[in-house]
């Protein structure tokens, strides 16, 4: 079975500009997660959908935005980009069907603001 | 508020002997709590899990105990190899149906051949 999988791997963009990123979760998966990663805040949830829905949000401005599609890949939208939005940004995928389920990464984007 | 600690910040153990990597939690809610392996500039590896329901899950060479009382978990590898080199986070997750996840800083275990 294929694993996650994110596109781009990586990006570079300036300040003020928006950014689009993909995540295609594991075939049969239908929870997207969305984290982001940084040297001073560590790992830190975004977002999750499920069933085209947001379904929990963390603590981040609304400048951070996403969505699911109907085939479960989501995107996420990061618009008027700010230096401190420089990270690694990791989406991972569950079946969110029992209660032992787990969470599967992919190689995440990492996105320079310059 | 860190609800997820891993007070160590890094940890270096001899090939062959046994690693132990600790994890304390604050919130009472938790009820799922994961180990993940990172290299740098890679998505995090899930290697083994344990629910509240347990104090304990094997795995191979990993083994997660949990303390509930204590709110602390901890991992052990045995025996330790070279490419067992690299970040561990502990995360923990809240009732099912909440899918976010609430990671520690991680520890850096450097495996010494």
């Known amino acids: 079975k294929a694993g996650v999988t994110q596109t781009p791997r990586y990006l570079i963009k300036t300040r003020g500009q928006q950014v689009t990123l993909s995540c295609s979760p594991i075939?049969?998966?239908?929870?997207v997660s969305w984290y982001q990663q940084t040297p001073g805040q560590g790992l830190q949830f975004l977002f999750e959908?499920?069933?085209?829905?947001?379904?929990n949000k963390g603590n981040f401005p609304g400048r951070f935005s996403g969505r699911q599609f109907s085939n479960s890949r989501s995107e996420m939208n990061v618009s008027t980009l700010e230096l401190g939005d420089s990270a690694l940004y990791l989406c991972?995928?569950?079946?969110?069907?029992?209660?032992?389920?787990?969470?599967?990464f992919g190689p995440g984007t990492r996105l320079t603001v310059l | 508020d860190q609800q997820v600690k891993q007070n160590s910040p890094s940890l270096s153990v001899q090939e062959g002997r046994i690693s132990i990597l600790n994890c304390d939690y604050t919130?009472?809610?938790?009820?799922?709590f994961l180990w993940y392996k990172k290299y740098p500039a890679e998505g995090p590896t899930f290697l083994i899990s344990?629910?509240?329901?347990?104090d304990k899950n094997e795995d191979g060479r990993f083994t997660v105990f949990l303390n509930k009382s204590a709110k602390h978990l901890s991992l052990h590898i045995v025996p330790s190899q070279p490419g067992d080199s690299a970040v561990y986070f502990c995360?923990?997750?809240?009732?099912?149906?909440?899918?976010?996840?609430?990671f520690g800083t991680g520890t850096r275990l450097t495996i010494i051949p």
């Open positions: 919130n009472s809610m938790f009820d799922y």
């Open positions: 075939s049969g998966h239908r929870s």
């Open positions: 991972a995928s569950s079946s969110r069907s029992a209660q032992a389920d787990t969470q599967y």
């Open positions: 959908y499920f069933s085209e829905t947001q379904r």
């Open positions: 344990i629910s509240s329901i347990k």
């Open positions: 995360a923990a997750r809240e009732n099912f149906g909440n899918e976010k996840l609430t």
